[in-house]
């Protein structure tokens, strides 16, 4: 009888496949979902983007003094060619989550082995925090973008002789373009820092081609020319973009702030950037990751992640607002801890590969439980949350397409201007015009000399009556 090998059998051969093809299709799948039915509106903070998005008027060199300048080109460029709609708002959001998943996975395969970058992938697109910021129509991405192209491309560098060339330019590229986002900066400081103390960084660089690198340094220069100059002109981005609050702020709210973003366990909930970021095993995880890392630190990964953490820790305590940059060094801390656990287990067992593959088991039942119960928690908590899904408003959905006079108050007057700019046939103002007019519920009233001829409803349970036509007496 010959020998049974496990090595042998088909799903053992291309479980690496299967398993990225499994994170693949969820991602695709959250996606959809994320940015068509849940939370299914937009914020208070999607419609300023938009506003901000609108106001990029490229022969007003003034109006390009903003942060995160090259989203909101993005997005502005999603609205001419689509309008404004809920679906064009976030497509700008959903398209960079798409990518920054993709580079994500990459960058886990690189750092780690195929088993870990699996797992790791699979948690971290299911957790509320990554689907939130996939389809959030803010700025609230590229913190996880930028992050891990930067990282991605760094170790494209060190890693592979095809393609440098095109690595370093993209590289220089994106270190320019991430200058425009608030903390972005503190990646770059941490990468530097590592080159100039790790060893093996510093040998690298130096077998680098000195010509090429200056003309990958030449083209970043260009691109960051015009945030130079409107940092100088606006001292005030200056700190923005450093993270740096321009008030003193309040330690004890900062506090009880990061408490309930990373360990509020106990007492889930948020308005609308859900909290915790992370399960109570997913922590558990990320907290034996700081571990390996801790133990590895003589490696240039965990030189980069340490550096990283340390120059984010203070900013974030400062500024409880910008929590999102850390999700990219939790992952790989999570993805640390994976590393760990199934190091110690398989030490355990290093011939025997039935224990091994048995290993196995419990620590897919625990990512299966993180999955799932980070599925279901985002889709029920923006779903159905009274403090979480009024926050979000489906009124755009709602206006009727032959709607051609839209009565509104003067804080809804700007972002209502922008969706009058993308279609012509409709005319905003404060005060009724015309013989027929729509008003929104803020802006509701007696109106002398017209009837109500028709209430529009949303499905919510509050406030639900969204818009009131009005037809002359």
């Not at 990225?20 to 068509?36: D, K, M, R």
């Not at 929590?323 to 760990?340: D, E, K, Q, R, W």
């Not at 985002?378 to 899904?389: E, K, L, M």
Request: aromatic letters at 14%; hydrophobic letters at 50%.
């Amino acid at each position: 009888m010959s020998k049974y090998v496990i090595s042998e059998l088909f799903l053992y051969r291309w479980r690496y496949w299967f398993g990225y093809s499994i994170v693949a299709i969820g991602l695709i799948a959250i996606l959809i979902f994320a940015g068509l039915y849940a939370p299914g509106g937009i914020s208070a903070a999607e419609m300023q983007s938009v506003i901000k998005s609108s106001s990029i008027n490229y022969s007003d060199f003034g109006s390009l003094a903003i942060t995160n300048l090259p989203y909101h080109m993005l997005q502005q460029l999603s609205l001419v060619i689509f309008g404004v709609s809920i679906l064009s708002i976030k497509l700008p959001s959903i398209i960079l989550a798409f990518f920054s998943a993709i580079g994500l996975v990459l960058l886990l395969r690189l750092w780690f082995k195929p088993r870990i970058a699996v797992l790791a992938s699979l948690i971290a697109i299911t957790t509320g925090q990554f689907i939130f910021i996939a389809q959030d129509g803010t700025q609230g991405v590229l913190y996880l973008f930028w992050s891990v192209m930067l990282i991605l491309l760094a170790s494209l560098i060190s890693n592979k002789k095809k393609f440098r060339m095109l690595y370093k330019v993209s590289f220089f590229i994106f270190s320019a373009l991430s200058l425009y986002t608030p903390l972005s900066i503190y990646m770059l400081i941490a990468l530097a820092t590592a080159i100039i103390l790790h060893p093996h960084l510093r040998f690298m660089i130096r077998q680098l081609s000195k010509p090429k690198i200056i003309f990958a340094m030449t083209i970043s220069a260009i691109l960051a020319v015009p945030l130079v100059i409107t940092v100088i002109k606006t001292p005030n981005l200056g700190l923005r973009l450093l993270g740096i609050p321009t008030q003193m702020p309040d330690f004890g709210a900062n506090f009880a702030s990061l408490g309930a973003e990373y360990l509020g366990f106990a007492k889930p909930g948020g308005t609308t950037l859900m909290t915790p970021f992370f399960e109570l095993g997913s922590m558990l995880i990320i907290a034996a990751g700081v571990y390996y890392v801790i133990k590895t630190r003589e490696t240039a990964k965990s030189y980069v992640i340490g550096l990283w953490t340390l120059c984010l820790i203070p900013i974030i305590f400062l500024n409880p607002g910008f929590a999102s940059a850390t999700f990219l060094p939790l992952v790989i801390l999570l993805a640390s801890g994976l590393n760990l656990l199934l190091a110690k287990w398989y030490g355990l067992f290093p011939r025997n590969p039935y224990a091994r593959i048995g290993g196995l088991i419990p620590v897919v039942i625990l990512v299966a439980v993180l999955v799932t119960s980070g599925l279901d928690r985002y889709a029920d908590g923006y779903r159905f949350d009274p403090n979480i899904a009024p926050n979000f408003s489906t009124d755009l959905k709602l206006i009727p397409q032959d709607t051609k006079n839209l009565v509104v108050t003067i804080n809804e007057l700007d972002f209502y201007k922008v969706v009058a700019a993308h279609n012509k046939q409709l005319n905003v103002s404060v005060a009724p015009t015309g013989y027929t007019f729509l008003v929104s519920h803020e802006a509701n009233k007696t109106f002398e000399g017209y009837k109500v001829k028709q209430i529009i409803v949303s499905h919510g349970t509050n406030q639900s009556d969204r818009f009131y036509l009005y037809t002359k007496i």
